[in-house]
């Protein structure tokens, strides 16, 4: 099972269960405070995965780090690979 479809499975169980609440398809009477709560859970939840992620990408972005050889051999690639092009005739 891919992680989309694992996913794809915890939303619909949850989407699921948060309409049958909602709308007392279990024949469950919640108390009104519990209603009020339970109708804008799924923005709630999409607001808390939102920040999640932001502060996941800053953090990894805040955390990473350069690779210095590599860039310098890369670099060096680069112009051993411009000097052969040069030499076959192809100008810059």
Same mark, same amino acid.
């Not at 024949?27 to 709630?44: D, I, N």
């Given at each position: ?11 619909? %169980? #949850?989407? *699921? =269960? ?13 108390? +009104?405070?519990?209603? !009020? ?7 709630? %939840? #999409?607001? *808390? =995965? ?13 955390? +990473?780090?350069?690779? !210095? ?11 051993? =690979? ?11």
């Amino acid at each position: 099972m891919t992680k989309l479809t694992q996913w794809l499975w915890g939303l619909a %169980l #949850l989407g *699921s =269960a948060w309409a049958a609440l909602t709308m007392g398809a279990l024949g469950l009477e919640l108390p +009104f405070p519990c209603q !009020e709560v339970l109708w804008p859970l799924p923005a709630y %939840l #999409l607001v *808390s =995965a939102g920040c999640y992620a932001l502060g996941t990408v800053g953090y990894r972005v805040a955390t +990473f780090h350069d690779c !210095e050889d590599a860039a310098r051999e890369l670099q060096s690639q680069i112009l051993e =690979a411009r000097a052969d092009l040069a030499r076959r005739g192809l100008r810059f």
